[in-house]
């Protein structure tokens, strides 16, 4: 056969648990040997059973044959889907020749508590202790038995809090789980698969409680957000072989007690006390008559949904590279890498010795642990050895943002094997790569990628380290395309947008943090700094652009359908809060953390307003709704006039003359054409004028390049690129960095390390750069008109002192690949490789191209080429002024 049908995925995962979408996505990839390897129908066969399914039975949903090339993002259409029901289904095509597949592999969903009224447990905790600051984490468990052999077992769990599960003594599920949400608004809820772990007689089911974002500490907000103390809801639902059915669920028959966890607290670290214990307390056949009846919640008023993003988990674990010992008997540890996640010890001591562990992400000049850029957060843990041979401790419900650790207290001599660093973060594939031939350009490639693991943890945070670590909108709308090529951040964003939804204001403003987390409640910048605004240009506007970015990457039109209105309240609240559709002067972060630019806030937030109205034009149109399409695309017209008139003078000079105005004006298409190549010259005069440096803050970077290479200045974008003075991207790496830093002036050789109250090492903002590297250098850019990588647009750019780039994407439909060199002599190759299913328009620079395709007809331009699926290599002749 030479088309065959591989990966299948719902909703973007192979065989999820406990959906509560009625009408879930089916995507699949195709596989073949073939050029030019297409689709032409398809056939999708969904059954309750696999036994139908295997004789070719649909039961619940059969296609027939139908007519479509496509395979991601197929609605289902079958009867309707029921709680905790079980649905295989697979898939057979065929190719453009009418040459039927294989039939696929099966896989299959199974669907979550639809009903609320299916929800019998209830939510149970422990009383707060007295004249204790910092809880101690609860253990909650029951003791059950079974009679009959267990055919199928499911857990339905979820925490006002975080909960970690245990059954039988084996851990259930990943970290932080139920994730940040708004917990006065929703929940989510994870579904395990536990059949195995359950047996005839004796169980036991239990959990740790953490107080995470719900009422711990949450940023600088402060603790108890959300509420004064971590609760618990589960429901085990069991069938027996015989048929018959039980459900095992939290209520008052449970036990709690308090055991070995301190606190746990996301910004405040971690304490352990190793002598306390619970041994056996998650297995059968403990006794737990001394422990305590859980106080049970009335209830809870908030939505109940399944799980949307993506675990959080740890995704590697690293070695130390080097451990000195210090004058006062301490161990400083340099892991090679600036990281999120935390330290495991393994110790052998006295009972009552204590260990802690200090991290940072720099040094101060005399060796010792930079800690004053963590404001009030404390980044340590702390263990008390119960003296038992060799002690393992690594923390529950905290994390931390460091490079260095600082072991104290240790027992005996430390080597580089007394610990280990575990990376944690959510679980999002890996769909980027990228090498060059500069070394300094593949390590800024490595450290936006370093920056997007450390801060994509349930929400897109701003930091890892000091008190703050909040889902900053502003910061995620500039690198989510950034974020979308290096990871599968589908789900991930995807839940971010319900994050942005539960924030919204009823005005229609967008907050500028998501989850609101007491944000607008508590206007804590309003009364502290005077920086209180609902609506912040480009903060705000992440709930346009990450919509979009979610359509062009993987062909996602249900975010564009499902939050449709609110985007329209978003745009119709600027306009209302506009003055001849001009923004108002209020104070905003405006282009954050620019450097020695002061980009007018009037005119930034112009210029985002006329942006989200021109991608909610776009919206409008792929969604069918041509009235909205030509009436928000009046409306970006209208504004970019009033910009014009504002804000722009005869000879292109624009408000403010900063590399931002010019930058956000030029990609936003807000000037006519000849206003373009004025404003064009005085972007690149500026830029030289400072020595062919950048002066853009978290608003212009991502746009800077991007423009410049689209506007026909190639060589200033790569001289920017690998600048190596201050300030650069470049001028970090020269210092070490191994994640982007959160200001470009983070640490200087002048000055050292800027003010400690805002200077973190570690945030992806200014890393948005990596998108141009995509798009731009190596070539790899998503069709508006094929969304999802169906059709690529490739075109790199070679330039500058790069001589070669290789970089691949892993698309919904298969990697996409560019790998191109530029010799000496100005001969340069290009080979392009594209999966089944989907097709490209390659652009070949250069003159005397040849190729292994045939130009194409339509564009009569003979460097232009249209490819199928297949490996394609190009050749032409780069003259050195055109490279």
Not at 559 to 565: D, G, N, Q, R
Not at 614 to 635: C, F, P, T
Request: net charge negative; aromatic share 12%; proline share 5%.
């Amino acid at each position: 056969m030479s088309l065959r049908v591989v990966q299948l995925k719902t909703e973007y995962i192979e065989n999820p648990l406990g959906l509560d979408e009625k009408q879930p996505r089916l995507f699949w990839r195709l596989e073949s040997p073939e050029r030019g390897a297409a689709q032409s129908a398809y056939r999708v066969l969904v059954a309750s059973s696999r036994e139908a399914l295997d004789r070719h039975e649909g039961d619940q949903w059969d296609t027939g044959k139908v007519a479509s090339d496509r395979s991601i993002q197929i609605v289902y259409e079958g009867k309707p889907l029921v709680s905790e029901g079980r649905y295989y289904w697979k898939v057979q095509a065929w190719d453009a020749q009418g040459r039927p597949s294989e039939w696929s592999e099966t896989a299959f969903w199974t669907m979550g508590l639809l009903d609320r009224g299916e929800w019998k447990a209830g939510w149970i905790g422990r009383k707060t202790e007295a004249n204790v600051a910092m809880q101690p984490s609860p253990f909650v468990r029951k003791s059950f038995a079974i009679e009959g052999r267990v055919a199928r077992a499911t857990v339905y769990a979820t925490a006002l809090g975080l909960y970690d599960l245990r059954i039988n003594g084996e851990k259930v599920g990943d970290l932080f789980a139920p994730g940040f949400t708004d917990y006065d608004k929703r929940v989510q809820v994870q579904t395990y698969e536990v059949t195995h772990l359950l047996t005839e007689g004796d169980n036991a089911v239990g959990a740790v409680l953490g107080d995470g974002w719900y009422c711990g500490t949450v940023g600088f907000l402060g603790n108890k957000v959300y509420g004064e103390r971590p609760f618990f809801l589960l429901q085990l639902h069991i069938e027996l072989a015989d048929g018959t059915k039980r459900i095992v669920a939290t209520d008052a028959s449970w036990r709690t007690t308090r055991g070995p966890l301190q606190y746990s607290d996301m910004i405040k670290g971690e304490a352990y006390d190793a002598r306390l214990e619970l041994d056996g307390w998650d297995r059968p056949g403990f006794d737990d008559s001394g422990w305590e009846r859980p106080d049970v919640r009335p209830g809870y008023n908030g939505l109940l949904t399944a799980s949307i993003e993506p675990p959080v988990r740890i995704t590697e674990t690293m070695k130390p590279i080097s451990v000195r010992r210090t004058e006062s008997g301490t161990y400083i540890y340099d892991m090679g890498q600036n990281m999120v996640g935390w330290t495991e010890v393994k110790a052998r001591g006295a009972r009552g010795t204590k260990l802690t562990l200090s991290h940072a992400e720099m040094l101060n000049p005399d060796g010792s642990l930079y800690l004053d850029n963590l404001r009030v957060a404390v980044q340590q843990d702390h263990y008390i050895l119960k003296g038992d041979g060799l002690e393992s401790y690594e923390p529950h419900f905290t994390f931390h943002g460091f490079r260095y650790v600082e072991l104290i207290g240790y027992p005996g001599e430390a080597d580089l094997d007394t610990i280990v660093g575990k990376v944690i973060h959510s679980d999002t594939p890996r769909t980027g790569r990228l090498r060059t031939n500069d070394a300094m350009v593949n390590k800024l490639y490595s450290n936006i990628v370093w920056g997007q693991r450390g801060n994509f943890l349930s929400v897109p945070t701003d930091c890892p380290q000091r008190d703050e670590r909040l889902g900053w909108t502003g910061d995620a709308q500039i690198f989510a395309r950034t974020a979308s090529y290096n990871m599968d951040v589908s789900r991930f964003f995807t839940k971010f947008m319900w994050d942005m939804i539960d924030a919204q204001q009823p005005s229609g403003a967008f907050t500028d943090v998501a989850p609101d987390a007491g944000w607008i409640r508590h206007k804590m910048w309003n009364t502290r700094l005077n920086w209180f605004a609902p609506d912040n240009a480009g903060w705000g506007d992440a709930g346009v652009v990450i919509p979009w970015t979610l359509y062009l990457m993987y062909g996602d039109t249900r975010v564009l359908e499902t939050h449709y209105e609110a985007m329209v309240r978003w745009v119709e609240y600027l306009k209302a809060n506009s003055d001849e559709l001009v923004r108002p002067n209020y104070a905003n972060y405006g282009d954050w953390l620019s450097i020695d630019a002061d980009t007018p806030n009037e005119v930034l937030a112009t210029a985002y307003f006329a942006y989200s109205a021109k991608l909610l034009s776009r919206i409008a149109g792929v969604l069918g709704n041509q009235e909205d399409e030509a009436h928000y695309n009046g409306l970006f017209q209208d504004i970019a006039a009033a910009f014009r008139r504002a804000f722009v003078d005869g000879e292109g000079r624009i408000r403010g003359e900063t590399q931002t105005v010019y930058v956000l004006a030029l990609q936003f298409g807000l000037l006519e054409d000849g206003l373009r190549d004025k404003a064009l010259q005085h972007l690149t005069d500026n830029i030289r004028e400072r020595g062919d440096r950048l002066s853009t803050g978290f608003l212009g970077v991502g746009y800077l390049l991007p423009a410049l290479t689209d506007s026909g200045e190639l060589d200033v974008a790569y001289a920017l690129l690998t600048q190596e003075a201050f300030p650069s991207w470049m001028y970090s790496i020269k210092h070490g960095a191994t994640t982007i830093w959160e200001r470009w002036d983070g640490w200087t050789e002048h000055n050292g390390f800027q003010t400690p109250s805002m200077n973190s090492f570690n945030h992806y903002s200014l890393g948005s750069v990596g998108e141009w590297m995509f798009r731009y250098m190596a070539g790899i850019e998503a069709d508006p008109a094929q969304p999802g990588f169906r059709h690529a647009i490739i075109r790199p750019r070679p330039g500058g002192r790069l001589t070669e780039a290789q970089a691949e994407y892993e698309s919904l439909y298969g990697p996409i690949s560019t790998d191109w060199k530029l010799s000496p002599d100005g001969r340069f190759r290009l080979t392009v490789r594209v999966p089944a299913g989907a097709t490209a328009t390659v652009f070949v620079p250069g003159a005397e191209v040849r190729a292994e395709a045939s130009p194409s007809a339509g564009s009569g331009d003979p460097s232009v080429f249209e490819i199928g699926s297949g490996e394609y290599l190009f050749e032409s002749f780069i003259r050195p002024s055109e490279a």
